[in-house]
T-cell receptor, first 111, second 114 residues
Framework: GNSVTQMEGPVTLSEEAFLTINCTYTATGYPSLFWYVQYPGEGLQLLLKATKADDKGSNKGFEATYRKETTSFHLEKGSVQVSDSAVYFCALSENNNDMRFGAGTRLTVKP | NAGVMQNPRHLVRRRGQEARLRCSPMKGHSHVYWYRQLPEEGLKFMVYLQKENIIDESGMPKERFSAEFPKEGPSILRIQQVVRGDSAAYFC????????????FGPGTRLTVT
């Protein structure tokens, strides 16, 4: 079945450091891929998405490229801020009824 | 425009009691999804509903769990005879057109079974 595996956390970085959170997926077809962010005490928010191979999703300085050859969708940001501290979820969806989430990676950015 | 509302935010139940979790979708949204997040795990899809219809309940446990989304009022996730293993965060999301990637999440209800 479809599944998502993402890098275990927690991840702790200093402000302005480079961020990578790895995400790989298993799917039978051609899923859409997503990154969601959950700030403390809030629900998940869509951060970015990519719907086909080689697409790059980007938002708020975050980027992820849909790599079919490596079945990956790694999240990157060149310079993190304290306000980026949150839990990040990689997810995939192959139809409109179902979305599979990774376990989440907690990021803490220190000033 | 208010976001997705869930209440209560925290719910404590003893084993064997019933838990009712409510979700009010965003205005104009007629599609609701429920997810469960167990400690240290990702979100797991439970059920997808439209007004008065269950579209997909493939993620719902076969017993004790039920969900509804009536014509009027919030969507309800009901757990009967709760057990310790039901302790989790339950998230609701809504979307305007049934496109799952347009879903907006609520803040969640944290259920603790003692």
């Amino acid at each position: 079945g479809n599944s998502v595996t993402q890098m275990e956390g927690p991840v702790t970085l200093s402000e302005e450091a480079f961020l990578t959170i790895n995400c790989t997926y298993t799917a039978t077809g051609y899923p859409s891929l997503f990154w969601y962010v959950q700030y403390p005490g809030e629900g998940l928010q869509l951060l970015l998405k990519a719907t086909k191979a080689d697409d790059k999703g980007s938002n708020k300085g975050f980027e992820a490229t849909y790599r079919k050859e490596t079945t990956s969708f790694h999240l990157e940001k060149g310079s993190v801020q304290v306000s980026d501290s949150a839990v990040y979820f990689c997810a995939l969806s192959e139809n409109n009824n179902d979305m599979r989430f990774g376990a989440g990676t907690r990021l803490t950015v220190k000033p | 425009n208010a976001g997705v509302m869930q209440n209560p935010r925290h719910l404590v139940r003893r084993r064997g009691q019933e838990a009712r979790l409510r979700c009010s979708p965003m205005k104009g949204h007629s599609h609701v999804y429920w997810y469960r997040q167990l400690p240290e795990e990702g979100l797991k899809f439970m059920v997808y509903l439209q007004k008065e219809n269950i579209i997909d309940e493939s993620g719902m446990p076969k017993e004790r769990f039920s969900a509804e989304f009536p014509k009027e009022g919030p969507s309800i996730l009901r757990i009967q005879q709760v057990v310790r293993g039901d302790s989790a965060a339950y998230f609701c999301a809504s979307s305007p057109k049934g496109l799952i990637y347009e879903q907006y999440f609520g803040p969640g209800t944290r259920l603790t079974v003692t």
